[in-house]
Nanobody, 125 residues
Framework: QEQLVESGGGLVQPGGSLRLSCAAS????????MGWFRQAPGKEREGVSCISRTEGITNYLNSVKGRFTISRDNDKNTLYLQMNSLKPEDTAVYYC??????????????????WGQGTQVTVSA
């Protein structure tokens, strides 16, 4: 049974850091591009970052470039998102997603997408 389980969310002050993890089971991470999406209350879901299947090419939402870093450990079948210099506008539920694509600089879910249950990130003083 395929499963993605996110962890690492929580409450952090502005300027702080969090590291999200996404443990995959039931399929091999190295067979897919992987990404992180987020959805804030009252806002549309947006793609945050995507890492390609083989070359490890990364793409980011403009507002998180230079602050967030996506990585994958295929041996551990786990995806990560290191988030630094967090801002209140980063507050959202963050979802780990199997299969993402980048079109015209925008991140989208891919045709073989599968989603985790999400983890809440709240940035507040």
């Amino acid at each position: 049974q395929e499963q993605l389980v996110e962890s690492g969310g929580g409450l952090v002050q502005p300027g702080g850091s969090l590291r999200l993890s996404c443990a995959a089971s039931g399929f091999n991470l190295d067979g897919y591009s992987m990404g992180w999406f987020r959805q804030a209350p009252g806002k549309e879901r947006e793609g945050v970052s995507c890492i390609s299947r083989t070359e490890g090419i990364t793409n980011y939402l403009n507002s998180v470039k230079g602050r967030f870093t996506i990585s994958r450990d295929n041996d551990k079948n786990t995806l990560y998102l290191q988030m630094n210099s967090l801002k209140p506008e980063d507050t959202a539920v963050y979802y780990c997603v199997r299969d993402c694509v980048v079109l015209g600089g925008t991140l989208y879910r891919g045709p073989a997408d599968y989603w985790g249950q999400g983890t809440q990130v709240t940035v507040s003083a």
